[in-house]
Nanobody
Framework: QVQLVESGGGLVQAGGSLRLSCKASGFTGRINAIGWYRQAPGKQRELVAF???????NYGDPVKGRFTISRDSTKNTVYLQMNSLIPEDTAVYYCKSEGRGVYWGQGTQVTVSS
């Protein structure tokens, strides 16, 4: 199994920045990609960004140009740098690993005040 732990969420004013971390443990060698997803109240969970084992990245349209996903393989950690935050970015942010199995973290709350 793979365990994922997110951290770095919090309250920030519009225009500010946050960096989320997703640390993986367990059978990390089975992971092919890690993605960040978010879910706002009353809305469906949506893709924010993902990064593959080869380093390829992809972003959801609402965050392109503002968010950056990166990884530190030595720490088994994926980061999500979020800049120019807007109130619409308010959500619980989850990381998800894919490979030999799909695993989710417990989520971290991001709240952007106007």
């Amino acid at each position: 199994q793979v365990q994922l732990v997110e951290s770095g969420g919090g309250l920030v004013q519009a225009g500010g920045s946050l960096r989320l971390s997703c640390k993986a443990s367990g059978f990390t060698g089975r992971i092919n990609a890690i993605g960040w997803y978010r879910q706002a109240p009353g809305k469906q969970r949506e893709l924010v960004a993902f990064i593959t084992i080869g380093g390829s990245t992809n972003y959801g349209d609402p965050v392109k140009g503002r968010f950056t996903i990166s990884r530190d393989s030595t720490k088994n950690t994926v980061y999500l740098q979020m800049n120019s935050l807007i109130p619409e970015d308010t959500a619980v942010y989850y990381c998800k690993s894919e490979g030999r199995g799909v695993y989710w973290g417990q989520g971290t709350q991001v709240t952007v005040s106007s």
